[in-house]
C-alpha cells in the first residue's frame, strides 16, 4: 500500500527551529522528486523547495538560507529543516513525491501539518 506520512508539526516561537518528516511506504523517494509546499490561510499554495531524485535541492527564494530539505535513504524519509521561523511561515505544509515515468504520472501526497510560528 502506498503511504506518505507526515510528522505532527506544532507551535513554535519566531527564531525557533522545526524539522517535519515525510515517510514513505510502498514506494521509493529516491526515484521520485520528492516536494515541500505549504498554504497558510486565505492564500494559494506555494512551493517551499524540494529534492530530486539524484539528490539536488532547490528552493523558493525567500526560503534560501533557512529552509533545508534531505533524505535517508535507509530509511527512507525526506525532511524539512526549518530554521529562524518568522510568523508568516505559519501554514499547513505537505509533502510529495512525484515520478513520470513513460508518460504516467506517479503523484503521492501527504496529508498535512500545521505549523505555527508565534510569540
Known amino acids: 500500500q502506498v503511504q506518505v506520512v507526515e510528522s505532527v508539526g506544532g507551535l513554535v516561537q519566531p527564531g525557533e527551529s522545526l524539522r517535519l518528516s515525510c515517510a514513505a511506504s510502498?514506494?521509493?523517494?529516491?526515484?521520485?522528486?520528492t516536494s515541500w509546499y505549504r498554504q497558510a490561510p486565505g492564500e494559494v499554495r506555494e512551493l517551499v523547495g524540494r529534492?530530486?531524485?539524484?539528490?539536488?535541492?532547490k528552493y523558493q527564494d525567500s526560503m534560501k538560507g533557512r529552509f533545508t530539505i534531505f533524505r535517508d535513504n535507509a530509511k527512507n524519509t525526506v525532511y524539512l529543516q526549518m530554521n529562524s521561523l518568522k510568523p508568516e511561515d505559519t501554514a499547513v505544509y505537505y509533502c510529495?513525491?512525484?515520478?513520470?515515468?513513460?508518460?504516467?504520472?506517479?503523484?503521492?501526497w501527504g496529508q498535512g501539518t500545521q505549523v505555527t510560528v508565534s510569540s
Open positions: 510502498g514506494f521509493t523517494f529516491s526515484l521520485y522528486d
Open positions: 529534492i530530486i531524485a539524484g539528490g539536488s535541492t
Open positions: 510529495n513525491a512525484r515520478r513520470i515515468w513513460l508518460g504516467k504520472v506517479y503523484d503521492y
